[in-house]
């Protein structure tokens, strides 16, 4: 730990005298500037070590699945919004691909510059465990946000909702919009993406109840959360299977990108899942004119705030993220850990919210 201090104090006295005449502090009492998130990608991000202090002088990171994907752009700017009001120093990194591999990257410059805490959506379930043992060694926090790590591999999870939960209403609402019987399938993100196997997993399991014995479940497609492979996934979709009815697509790139394709094409097959409220205003309706007739999400930005409490909680020792635990998350009102499913603890946020033609128009400028 002395050595780690000697290399934290000796970086920040380079990067602050490297920094000088720079110009512009982002508005950051600490020598160096808080990343702003929209320019922060990769290993590209501005090196901030942590300092001594209270929680003001702490550097706290976040770390999404991937850049270029507004939903992960909204969690981040609650993360960096809550962090900066209770003066620590935020540091946000969108790898430049939805892998494990670009994510321990990431962890691991991140090691080096000596942050406090790394929140991360994880882009897969074990891969990240020895970058993050490593993280932990070192004294620094672990939480997960949207998409978690194995149990050993974190302190807790903030999960957005019950993964039961989404599963129920997803599945009800393909039940719903198919009528109850006939092939739909699933647009996933990516095959390794831990939140979409979850939710794909109660999805199965909700399947299992005699109601859904009509539903015919073709496949699981990839869109690995890019725009252009999950139009492709969709068009593949149509033409593999005539008879198909609905589209699931728990993901909001994925979302989008098949509403559009649908609703082009005036396809008679319909779509749900999970997407955000300003990408997908303009296919929400009950008519043949729209692809989705409803969808759900909770508010990214307060998933992001919520980690980044969590996150302080952690660092100034108000939790260890053990079952039972509690923290105020400012204006968003006291938490409590509890167990997850795997073994771990878990913050949920809340319940999934259903977006609809009577509701959309008060979201789509929201997030
Ligand atoms: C995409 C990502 C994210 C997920 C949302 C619903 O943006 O895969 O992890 O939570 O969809």
């Not at 955000?276 to 909770?298: F, R, T």
């Not at 307060?302 to 302080?312: F, I, K, N, P, Q």
């Not at 319940?351 to 509701?359: E, R, S």
Request: hydrophobic share 40%; glycine share 10%.
């Amino acid at each position: 730990m002395k050595r780690k201090l000697f290399c934290v104090l000796l970086c920040a006295a380079m990067v602050s005298s490297l920094l000088a005449g720079c110009g512009g502090g982002g508005g950051s009492s600490s020598a160096a500037p808080a990343t702003p998130a929209s320019s922060a990608s990769g290993d590209g991000g501005s090196a901030a070590p942590a300092t001594d202090g209270g929680s003001g002088g702490k550097t706290y990171a976040i770390v999404t699945k991937a850049a270029g994907n507004p939903f992960n752009e909204k969690v981040a700017e609650g993360f960096q919004k809550v962090i900066e009001e209770q003066g620590g120093t935020c540091i946000v990194r969108h790898p430049e691909a939805a892998t494990a591999d670009a994510q321990v990257s990431v962890i691991q410059s991140l090691i080096s510059q000596g942050v406090n805490s790394i929140c991360i959506a994880a882009n897969d379930e074990n891969a990240l465990q020895a970058a993050l043992e490593e993280a932990r060694d070192e004294g620094i926090n672990i939480c997960c946000v949207d998409s978690k790590v194995n149990k050993d591999s974190r302190q807790t999870f903030v999960n957005q909702a019950g993964v039961n939960e989404i599963g129920q209403c997803l599945m009800e609402a393909v039940y719903d919009i198919s009528g109850g019987e006939g092939d739909w399938a699933i647009l996933s993100a990516t095959s390794q993406a831990t939140n979409q196997n979850a939710w794909i997993e109660a999805m199965k399991t909700a399947m299992q109840d005699e109601k859904y014995s009509k539903l015919n479940l073709v496949e699981v497609a990839y869109g690995d959360d890019e725009p252009q492979k999950s139009t492709d996934q969709t068009q593949a979709l149509l033409s593999k299977y005539p008879d198909l009815k609905v589209i699931c697509a728990p993901t909001t790139v994925g979302i989008n990108a098949a509403a559009k394709v649908l609703q082009d094409n005036q396809s008679p097959v319909k779509l749900t899942g999970l997407g955000l409220p300003s990408e997908m205003a303009e296919y929400i309706g009950d008519d043949d004119a729209h692809s989705c007739p409803y969808m759900y999400l909770w508010n990214p930005v307060d998933l992001g705030r919520l980690g980044a409490y969590t996150s302080v909680a952690l660092v100034d020792g108000t939790i260890t993220g053990a079952t039972g635990d509690k923290f105020s998350a400012g204006d968003m009102g006291d938490y409590e850990v509890v167990a997850a499913d795997d073994g771990g603890t878990e913050i949920i946020l809340g319940a999934p919210f259903k977006f609809d033609p009577a509701n959309i128009n008060d979201w789509k400028d929201v997030y």
